[in-house]
């Protein structure tokens, strides 16, 4: 049997490297329970099917966010499509804000559908942690036609309508459209699919004379020759070397037409967001990890492969832009709403 002296040699370091642990685990919490977060899985939603850009880009950075995050947790990819978006923003809308959801959004379409007054959401109300990268627009037509410009277009629909392929009014495509339109002055009339790939071959086929996608998206069918650029609607050209550069390097821009001011807020933004009223010490983890991620290497090096453009912006940034977008497409939202009723 121990002597009485010899226990109490035993439990007072024991005791005291227990304090010890405990301090520091507390001095070391980032959470904002004091729980050191993240202490759970985090799911990671995309508002919409498996395979296209915003799926893609959850895909690469889940993995690196994991990396980057300061405790061993899962960080989960979800689709949850609908409405062009619309069910996983009004699912994350109303989350609990504890840092165990996040969604990779299309601030563009979001914006869009509160224009229109088609959403449950506030656009304001988001938490923004970061922007993974732009998406300029292209306003397309037919390889083979005869189109050239928006002022082409403009000449066409003085003889008759523009069929304009369109995937709905509250989406990233029916804003760019409904505004660049009233813009130029053009007329048109809308033919709406299911789909941006849809809309896109049925410009292809000659069912419609032209519509409105991303350039990642679109990529493809600009590559073959299937379709062309007749406005570009973005911050800036991609350079030399870049996705894209071929196929748009002489497409008119929206700036050579005088609209800068519509450059950027037109231009689909890849936002990655939570829930509103997620606690600050809870946004600075998800603020670090995201742009860590997106700043390590080997991140880098597979987007490249994949043919994915980052342009990162941290926590402030993002909610900076939304701020300063909002200001710029909230004059829109009567000709949206006009739009919607003049067309349903």
């Known amino acids: 049997m121990l002597r009485r002296s010899t226990i109490g040699g035993l439990l007072v370091p024991a005791m005291l490297a227990l304090v010890l ?21 985090i799911e990671f939603i995309v508002p919409f099917d498996p395979g296209g850009g915003y799926d893609s880009w959850a895909r690469l950075l889940a993995p690196y966010i994991e990396k980057h995050l300061p405790n061993d947790v899962n960080v989960v990819v979800r689709n949850v499509p609908g409405a062009g978006g ?20 299309n601030m563009t379409g979001l914006a869009a559908a509160q224009l229109a007054g088609e ?36 000449s066409l629909s003085a003889k008759r309508p523009v069929k304009q392929a369109l995937t709905g009014f ?5 804003l760019n459209t409904v505004i660049l339109y ?30 409105i996608s991303s350039l990642e998206s679109g990529l493809g069918e600009l590559e073959s020759g299937d379709l062309k650029g007749a406005l570009y609607v973005g911050e800036s ?7 894209g550069y071929d196929e748009v390097k002489d497409t008119p821009s929206l700036q050579e037409a005088g609209h800068q001011e519509l450059a ?28 860590d991620a997106l700043k390590d290497p080997q991140l880098l090096a597979k987007a490249k492969e994949s043919e994915l453009s980052p342009d990162a912006l941290n926590s402030a940034e993002s909610t900076a832009l939304v701020d300063e977008l909002m200001k710029t497409l909230g004059q829109y939202g009567g000709l949206m709403k006009s739009a919607i009723k003049n067309n349903s």
């Open 182 to 211: 009233d813009l130029f002055g053009v007329k048109y009339t809308p033919v709406m699919h299911d789909g941006n790939e849809e809309a896109r071959l049925s410009i292809v086929r000659g069912d419609t004379d032209a519509g």
């Open 264 to 291: 950027t807020s037109l231009e689909a933004q890849r936002l990655i967001i939570a829930p509103p009223g997620l606690p600050d010490e809870t946004k600075q983890v998800l603020d670090k990890a995201i742009s």
């Open 119 to 154: 959403s449950d959401f506030e656009v304001e109300k988001f938490t923004y942690l970061a922007r993974v990268a732009r998406d300029p627009q292209v306003l397309s037509v037919a390889g083979n036609s005869d189109i050239e410009t928006i002022e082409d277009l403009k």
């Open 170 to 174: 509250s989406t990233s495509d029916g």
């Open 237 to 243: 050209k991609p350079k030399q070397g870049e996705p």
């Open 86 to 105: 619309l069910v996983g923003a009004n699912q994350l809308y109303s989350a609990k804000p504890d840092g165990t959801q996040i969604e990779i959004v």
């Open 21 to 41: 642990a405990g301090g520091c685990g507390s001095l070391g919490s980032t959470g904002a329970s004091g729980e050191g977060y993240p202490t759970e899985d």
